[in-house]
């Protein structure tokens, strides 16, 4: 059983393959056709944190696709709380054909996946992103025609996103350069995978201090809140300590001067990123928006291609 729980278990040929089916959907989809390749199946969409975007999209994917997907609150299920995360997976794994959940520990997306006989998506864990990051690949392949050989510069803080932005590099190519404050460095274990993937695809993995130097000949710029959902508590002390890190005019100029700016959103303007930025010429946050639509279609294709 294949699940998705961080790009990393995908093969590069896996996520290129993702890449191109999830053009082909999209091509089809503004042509105003969809196409029933899941009509009958049904995906269960487990939140314990807010979403539009991954709600959304995900729901709207499985209505192209002739499926139908089931949104579960975080009042409904209370994972681990009303029952065990276990059972939870196995009594889905009775009724729907996939899983995608949105949790806080990582683990708990682990033991999910553990325990049920069906796919299962991770859309969101406090350690990783991967239907952002797909969809972030897709968006870059998209506007470059390439993957192999791209700069991208990830600036803030080192969390969900900018791991599956660290594999997902790795794997495809990418050149990565990842600006964080010291002590909100991204994870060494996350690290570490990356630069072992990035030996096979040649390419580079750096860890700095200075936005500056990251964004320097960057064809990406991309940044994401500097307080995760969860981390509400310190979000005044961070605000103080990221100021530095945002991306704002004057550090977009140092990049490419085609570079586009990228941001998975909900973004909290006049932080992380300013408006005039996020609403410039070179902002793609809204393609990188739509495209997590079609860069799903295409992973529920693919892991339902094993479904019953
Ligand atoms: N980017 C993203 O996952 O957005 P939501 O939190 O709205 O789903
Ligand atoms: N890093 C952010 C991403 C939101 C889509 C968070 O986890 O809240």
Same mark, same amino acid.
């Given at each position: 059983m294949?699940h998705?729980?961080?790009?990393a278990d995908l093969?590069? +040929?896996?996520?290129?393959?993702?890449?191109?089916?999830?053009?082909?959907?999209?091509? +089809?989809?503004r042509?105003g056709?969809n196409?029933?390749?899941?009509?009958?199946k049904?995906?269960?969409?487990?939140?314990?944190?807010?979403?539009?975007?991954?709600?959304?999209?995900?729901e $709207?994917?499985m209505? #192209?696709?002739?499926?139908?997907?089931?949104?579960?609150?975080?009042?409904?299920? $209370?994972?681990?709380?009303?029952e065990?995360?276990? *059972?939870?997976a196995?009594?889905?794994?009775?009724?729907?054909?996939?899983?995608?959940?949105?949790v806080? %520990?990582?683990? #708990?997306? +682990?033991?999910?996946a553990?325990?049920a006989?069906?796919?299962? !998506?991770?859309?969101?864990?406090?350690?990783? #992103?991967?239907?952002?990051?797909?969809?972030?690949?897709?968006? !870059?392949?998209d506007?470059?025609?390439?993957?192999?050989?791209?700069?991208?510069?990830?600036?803030?803080?080192?969390?969900?996103?900018?791991?599956?932005?660290?594999?997902? %590099?790795?794997?495809?190519?990418?050149?990565?350069?990842?600006?964080?404050?010291p002590?909100?460095?991204?994870?060494p274990?996350v690290v570490?995978?990356?630069?072992?993937s990035?030996?096979?695809t040649g390419?580079?993995v /750096?860890l700095?201090?200075?936005?500056?130097?990251a964004?320097?000949? %960057?064809?990406?710029?991309?940044?994401?809140?500097w307080?995760?959902?969860? /981390?509400?508590?310190?979000?005044?002390?961070?605000?103080?300590?990221?100021?530095?890190?945002?991306?704002n005019?004057a550090?977009?100029?140092?990049?490419?001067? *085609?570079a586009i700016v990228m #941001?998975?959103?909900?973004?909290?303007?006049g932080? +992380?990123?300013?408006?005039?930025?996020? *609403?410039?010429? /070179?902002?793609?946050?809204? *393609?990188?928006?739509?495209?997590?639509?079609?860069?799903q279609?295409?992973?529920?294709?693919?892991?339902?291609? /094993?479904?019953?």
């Amino acid at each position: 059983m294949r699940h998705f729980l961080t790009l990393a278990d995908l093969s590069t +040929e896996e996520i290129l393959y993702l890449l191109e089916l999830a053009r082909d959907l999209r091509s +089809e989809w503004r042509l105003g056709g969809n196409r029933p390749l899941l009509a009958g199946k049904c995906l269960a969409m487990i939140f314990q944190k807010p979403s539009l975007r991954t709600r959304v999209s995900f729901e $709207r994917a499985m209505h #192209h696709l002739g499926g139908l997907a089931m949104y579960l609150s975080p009042q409904e299920i $209370r994972l681990g709380e009303r029952e065990s995360v276990a *059972d939870v997976a196995r009594v889905l794994s009775r009724y729907v054909d996939a899983i995608m959940a949105r949790v806080f %520990a990582h683990a #708990h997306i +682990e033991e999910l996946a553990a325990n049920a006989t069906v796919p299962v !998506i991770n859309g969101l864990s406090d350690k990783f #992103h991967p239907c952002q990051a797909l969809a972030d690949f897709f968006t !870059i392949w998209d506007r470059f025609g390439a993957l192999r050989g791209i700069n991208l510069a990830y600036v803030g803080d080192g969390n969900n996103v900018a791991h599956s932005l660290l594999i997902g %590099a790795a794997k495809l190519g990418v050149n990565i350069a990842v600006a964080t404050p010291p002590g909100y460095e991204p994870a060494p274990d996350v690290v570490a995978l990356a630069r072992a993937s990035a030996q096979a695809t040649g390419a580079t993995v /750096q860890l700095l201090h200075s936005p500056q130097e990251a964004v320097r000949g %960057a064809n990406v710029v991309y940044t994401d809140v500097w307080a995760s959902m969860g /981390q509400e508590a310190e979000a005044e002390e961070r605000r103080k300590v990221f100021a530095p890190y945002q991306v704002n005019q004057a550090l977009v100029s140092l990049a490419k001067p *085609d570079a586009i700016v990228m #941001h998975c959103l909900p973004a909290h303007r006049g932080e +992380e990123i300013t408006d005039e930025v996020i *609403d410039g010429p /070179q902002s793609a946050v809204y *393609d990188q928006a739509e495209n997590r639509l079609h860069a799903q279609k295409a992973l529920l294709v693919w892991l339902c291609a /094993q479904c019953r």
